[in-house]
């Protein structure tokens, strides 16, 4: 995602454009935020069975909340990516 060309304000190179960002999210194997399929990480606290209020109260639900906390971290960054590819190459 090195370069990639602005939008025209009159939006003349909107298939180039187009072309152009969907082939470097591809390429950065970011296709499925787009898309939808790559979904943000469930909370622990969200899954069925355990309501609101839950925290967590063993070891192994505290590993969950981590290894949630790391998943949801890295989504976040990633779905970022897409965001900034898209909208740094749009003019003002």
Not at 4 to 30: F, K, M, Q, R
Not at 31 to 47: C, I, K
Request: net charge negative.
């Amino acid at each position: 995602m090195d370069y990639l060309p602005e939008l025209a304000h009159n939006g003349h190179n909107w298939t180039t454009y187009a072309s152009l960002v969907l082939c470097a999210i591809s390429d950065e194997g970011l296709m499925g935020f787009l898309v939808g399929s790559e979904r943000r990480p469930t909370h622990p606290a969200e899954l069925i069975g355990r309501g609101e209020g839950w925290t967590p109260q063993t070891d192994d639900e505290r590993e969950e909340v981590a290894a949630w906390r790391a998943a949801d971290q890295s989504w976040t960054q990633r779905n970022a990516m897409v965001n900034y590819t898209i909208v740094n190459s749009i003019p003002d």
